[in-house]
């Protein structure tokens, strides 16, 4: 994908199946890169009928110009810490542009965020006007001047065992509602960070917190992209089916289970 300046962004895209147009959601990766784990949450983003768009922030970043899948974990996360965030924006912008331009979908979009991602998810409420909605999974809020700037509803799941992130929530949350802004969080007792990935973890806490943390993300982005709410009241199997097959420990990266590799711009199918 172009994103302007000669810069080019790999992009994994998954559509759903339906018979409009549908809109879109920017999925914002961990601080470990475009993993396998992200392009299969982003299948199921897509099975819930969303054209679910995942750059590869590190695009062009890694050795001999190449992205994610040519570094392992701790590369990626060197190479996220230097990444400029004045960039970062003018990377999901573009991805936005290409997104939203799609002949099968709609100009309205959302933005979720995972870790790291999480982080930019809110921040990037504050820089793009036209956002819809943005979900924030175990991210830190931005400043408190960014704040004033968002415009979009902002969804946080958190961890309630994730300490060095949820003490971030209580004053961002406070200054949100002083500013007459709509932010929505829930901290899962027990879960740590990362649970959506590492649902094996605190004793069943993290399984727990998906279980409850999807059907919910999923009900706010059809409430303000659709006009509608969730169908079900639990997440998907095949959620559950991707994601715990995916789940790893912090750190290390699942084998490769994506259905195909990943091109410069990548467009499948959701099931």
């Not at 809109?23 to 993993?35: A, D, N, Q, T, W």
């Not at 960070?193 to 069943?204: L, P």
Request: net charge neutral; with cysteine.
């Amino acid at each position: 994908m172009d994103a302007g300046g000669g810069d080019k962004v790999d992009v994994w895209v998954v559509y759903p199946e339906r018979g409009d147009r549908a809109p879109v959601v920017l999925v914002i990766h961990e601080i470990f890169g475009l993993s396998d784990w992200v392009r299969a949450t982003s299948d199921q983003l897509a099975a819930e009928g969303f054209i679910a768009v995942a750059p590869d922030l590190i695009s062009g970043k890694a050795p001999g110009g190449k992205g994610s899948r040519s570094v392992s974990p701790d590369v990626a996360r060197s190479l996220i810490a230097a990444l400029d965030p004045a960039e970062i924006v003018r990377r999901l912008d573009a991805t936005v542009k290409y997104a939203t331009s799609l002949p099968a979908a709609l100009p309205r979009f959302a933005v979720v965020g995972f870790c790291w991602g999480g982080g930019v998810s809110f921040a990037y409420a504050s820089e793009q006007a036209g956002l819809s909605a943005a979900v924030v999974c175990y991210g830190t809020p931005p400043s408190t001047r960014a704040l004033g700037r968002i415009r979009a509803p902002v969804l946080g799941l958190y961890g309630g065992s994730d300490a060095r992130v949820d003490m971030t929530v209580p004053p961002a949350a406070q200054e949100m509602k002083r500013l007459g802004k709509s932010f929505d969080y829930t901290m899962f007792e027990g879960a740590g960070h990362a649970f959506f990935r590492a649902q094996d973890g605190q004793a069943g806490a993290n399984l727990k917190a998906t279980q409850q943390a999807w059907p919910r993300m999923i009900r706010f982005l059809k409430k303000n992209l659709e006009g509608g709410i969730a169908s079900s009241d639990g997440p998907r199997r095949e959620l559950l089916a991707a994601v715990v097959s995916l789940k790893t420990v912090c750190g290390h990266e699942p084998a490769s289970s994506a259905r195909t590799a990943l091109l410069p711009v990548e467009e499948v199918h959701g099931d």
